[in-house]
């Protein structure tokens, strides 16, 4: 076990695939704290966060074991990718199973003065500016628009955002700044209104 650890994460890998379950054993103590630190801190649920964890590592050994592995050099940072994926996958099921319909209340939510900040005409400029913000990121290129989710649907550091795409900081800033420059510069190109208040 001594000689184990002082092994690559790759040469772990690779005593794993021939069936050295303690290889394993010594990827996942490795591993585990910094892994449950990162959906801990994403998620903020600690069951959540062992649901998420237990997952990340069972699609690990699922894809080690069926030789799907390819990131020679990279573990970590394949993990950390494997459970920022799981992390969003939950977000969205989530957002899907809370989305409510008018048709299906007896009260009128989108006149409701209770559940409303301003009046219904603010409410639908500003769901139109979201609206156009969200069709912008979809013409991102996916490096840029995959930083600027992380950092601004999920709330996530610069460093998170390099650890868990596997890039420097500065990468994943400079990928910041060029999502923001070619929002700005769609909103002048198609006359976009980006404000509401």
């Given amino acids: 076990m001594n000689n184990l650890k002082t092994m690559t994460d790759e ?6 695939v021939q069936g050295s379950n303690p290889a394993f054993d010594v990827l996942l103590s490795r591993h585990k704290s910094s892994v449950y630190a990162y959906i801990y801190y994403t998620v903020h649920d ?6 998420i964890f237990q997952e990340t590592f069972l699609k690990v050994i699922t894809t080690i074991k069926q030789g799907r ?9 394949w993990i950390m990718r494997i459970a920022h994926n799981l992390i969003i996958d939950n977000f969205r099921q989530e957002r899907n199973e809370n989305a409510i319909s ?3 209340l007896d ?5 409701d003065v209770r559940l409303c900040e301003g009046t219904v005409e603010d409410r639908m400029v500003k769901n139109q500016v979201l609206a156009d913000i969200r069709k912008m990121i979809k013409h991102l290129p996916d490096s840029q628009r995959e ?4 950092r601004y649907y999920h709330d996530m550091s610069f460093k998170e955002i390099a650890d868990a795409t596997g890039v420097s900081i500065n990468t994943a800033l400079g ?3 060029y999502a923001i420059m070619n929002m700005r510069r769609m909103a002048e190109e198609y006359k976009i209104e980006l404000s509401y208040a």
Avoid: I, P, Q, W
């Fill in 175 to 177: 990928r910041m700044r």
């Fill in 11 to 16: 040469e772990l890998v690779v005593l794993y």
């Fill in 46 to 51: 600690s069951d959540l966060t062992d649901d």
């Fill in 102 to 104: 008018n048709d299906e």
């Fill in 107 to 111: 009260v009128d939510l989108l006149n």
């Fill in 147 to 150: 930083v600027l989710e992380m």
């Fill in 69 to 77: 592995y390819t990131e020679n050099g990279k573990f970590k940072a």
